[in-house]
């Protein structure tokens, strides 16, 4: 005589008896075998997607607009600190190393890692360059655009007989001098193994800070 027990035929001798309460354990087990396996590659594979979700998590870089002012703003609140007040050359210098500052951080996140957007799609090292000098150029546009305002009110009140536009267009070419000037003491410190820290470097004339500074309200503006 044959049966099956478990999808095989089982061949019994003549004269013997089939214990079915034993043959149905057998089968409950290996269901239960089955499904316990079912359940144990689900449960690994939900643990698997959790750590990949959680390293994306780790690697995704959300880009702050405000990033670039709050280093900025950092960096001459140490200045104020240390020498009581700070003008229109702190000011330039700050921004050149803020920018190198950021521009470190970037390069050093990009060496060995991979990098996503918030969206979930990947961020290379050249969208977030591209990102920071964009954040530069408002930055310089901002500064300017504030010192013209300061300008204009000095102008209507008297205090100055005509609006600086040459100082104004020489702040903004020493924005991008500083930038450049950070930017290359940051490739020098690297290679020395040095931080990066702010330097008295004088970018444009004294004549046009001397103007600048005279517009007031310097500190409370960048504030």
């Known amino acids: 005589m044959a049966i099956g027990i478990s999808y095989y035929p089982v061949h019994l001798q003549d004269g013997l008896k089939l214990n079915r309460k034993c043959l149905n354990s057998k089968e409950s087990q290996n269901e239960g075998q089955k499904v316990f396996h079912r359940d144990s590659l689900e449960v690994s594979q939900l643990s698997k997607n959790r750590e990949i979700l959680m390293d994306k998590m780790k690697h995704t870089v959300i880009q702050s607009v405000t990033s670039f002012s709050d ?78 305002i300061a300008a204009q009110g000095q102008v209507i009140q008297g205090n100055i007989p005509e609006m600086p536009t040459k100082e104004l267009e020489e702040l903004e070419d020493s924005f991008y001098q500083a930038k450049d000037a950070y930017m290359k003491l940051y490739r020098e410190s690297g290679q020395m193994g040095r931080p990066l820290f702010v330097q008295n470097y004088m970018f444009g004339s004294g004549r046009m800070y001397e103007v600048l500074n005279r517009l007031g309200n310097l500190q409370k503006r960048i504030e």
């Open 71 to 148: 280093m900025r703003a950092d960096i001459l609140n140490e200045i104020r600190k240390e020498k009581g007040q700070y003008g229109y050359s702190d000011v330039v210098n700050a921004c050149g190393l803020s920018y190198a500052k950021l521009y470190s951080e970037i390069e050093k996140r990009h060496e060995k890692e991979s990098y996503y957007k918030a969206d979930g799609t990947s961020l290379t090292k050249e969208e977030e360059i591209a990102w920071l000098d964009m954040q530069y150029e408002q930055e310089v546009v901002w500064q300017k655009s504030c010192a013209r």
